[in-house]
């Protein structure tokens, strides 16, 4: 053989070495651009679901919280890109996912969890959807936490398909907060990869300004915008089990459910007959004035407030060690961007976080604008790009290590 033939052997050999290792990383791009447009068309079949097949679906059920779990258990599948691409299922060395479907009363089977599931479970996670009591009953409550880190641990414990340390956790809304709680949570924080906070939350005290006087800030940056009264008389269907009395929980319900509907109800006389707590609550809720919430906070029962700190992530977020994703619509009706910028600057020094505010969703649901010549080069592109890198962010976190 010649020295040119051998040098030209050689450069073929060293170009295919050179792809053979790159290819993870090439595939997890063209990943995220399929995902990417599947993001697009929510609750619809996109391109992923031609060029792979459905995820295998399993009913499960363990114990926490003083209760037996029921959850949904999708699996990646068993043949296909995924495992072409190194992500084999059962192999003991996957990454599973908590998916936390948030305060809804249809749980784990919302078609939008369904749907999302179904995605990760594509793209090579096993996902575990489970009923959160709470959530579910469209309450916030302690016993969430203790969920969630069951539902940790029992995924941990799947160890024919994940392997140690290699769990992510993703909630969204309201159901953020405790999502990150539980990724801190001494027992399970050494297993917890990575944490998506998605429309989330730093500190509930400063929601509860936002919800009821419109006001938000954070370093720089004030602002104001008309309280949303859907939101304001939610949150306090979401918070009832705050209120200890169950006559004021009652009435606080009617009340809440009412104004929902119709805020122009008169509540005046039926709040007129709550106890001193239930009344606290109430003033809190119908208050105008962001200097008088510390005041009005004050007056709730110290079970109240300590719940309000429990739920805070605030209290614990520096003992989270897994990678924080903070993805917020900017803006945000629901819930202020500021509590995000909050988490992500917590943990700014570590450098493990990944923060995303998007203009094409609306809280936590994708609203893409109708695509025309202005609205691709103003809307499509700078907004595609900052999706783009959030989902080949979390894509690659299922290969433990961001160029592995």
Known sequence: MTRTRRI??????????LLAAAWPVVWDAILSGLLLVQITTPLQAGPLHRITEAPVR??????????????TLYSPPQTGLGVATGTTPGAGAGTGVVLVHGVNETGKDDERIVWLADLLARSGFTVLTPDFLGFKSLTIRTSDVEELVASVQYLAGRTGDVGPGRIGLIGFSYGAGPTIIAAADPRVRDRVQFVVSFGGYYDLLNVIIFVTTGYYEFGEIRGWTVPNEYTRWIFLRYNLELIPAQRDREILKEIAEAKAVNPGVE??????TLGPEGRAAYELLVNRAPERVADLVAALGPAVRQQIRFLSPSRVIRDLRARLFVVHSDPDDFMPKTESLRLATALESRGNV?????????HVRPDFPSLTPGSFFRVYVPEGRKVFRLVFDLVRQRRQGYWK
Do not use: D, K, Y
């Open 58 to 71: 399993q009913a499960v059920t363990f114990s926490g919280g003083g209760r037996t779990i029921p959850a």
């Open 354 to 362: 990944h923060l995303a505010l998007l203009r094409v969703f609306n």
């Open 267 to 272: 509540a005046g006389p039926l709040a007129a």
């Open 8 to 17: 030209t052997l050689g450069m073929i050999v060293a170009v295919g070495l």
